[in-house]
Every structure is written in C-alpha cells, then in structure tokens.
C-alpha cells in the first residue's frame, strides 16, 4: 500500500484578480451586446417613427452614437450603455414643455434603450 499526500494553498489575492478580470471582461461583453442591439432598433429609416416605437434613423448620428463602457460605480463595476447625442433623452423619454430655446415639444417617448435591454437574452439579470 502507498500513500499519496498533497499541499492544498489558496491564493485569495490571485483569484480575487481573476475574478475580477472576468468579471470585468463580461461587463463588457454585456455592454456590446445591448448597445449593439439599441443601434439596430435606431437602424430603420421610417420617419417619422410612431410614440412608442424605437426613432426613425434620419441622419445616422444618434445609431453612431450608441456605445457603452465599463466604470466603477458606488457598489462596484458596472457596464454602462449611452447615446451621446444632446437629443437622446428625449427621444428615450419623451419631452412636453418648452426648451431653453422656446420651442414646443409635444413629443411621446421613443424607446431604443430600454427597449434594447429588455430585448437582449440579459433582461433578467438587471431585472
């Protein structure tokens, strides 16, 4: 009979830095996938679109500028999906009132980020 002995260490810096590094890189990953999904709903040149549908493409510049990005927040790293033109917001959420220039929006909201997030097979993990 033998006997077989082994040395069992646990490296709980070197894991906590490969977790993280995994972490991180499917943050980014999931990022991809929803800003990839907000530029397709913004892909379609019907204009003007109806209330409630993503907007119509007229230019380009709100698809092209869909991206997204992976900070560190109060509670840890998070992925952050944005649209940088200065109309964005209200496109996503609608605008009744008037702008700082005087003019009138009555304009119903036309979702293309939250509408891709719940569209993406990720929808229950932000749930």
Known sequence: MFAVRFRLEWHQDK???ILEQELLKDLDEAGALVAARA??????????SPPGAPPARVSGALQASIGHAVEQGEEGPRAVVFAATPYARRLELGFFGTDTLGRRYTQAPRPFLRRALQETELAPAFA
């Open 15 to 17: 894991f906590a830095r």
């Open 39 to 48: 530029r397709a709903l913004v892909s379609s040149p019907s204009s003007p």
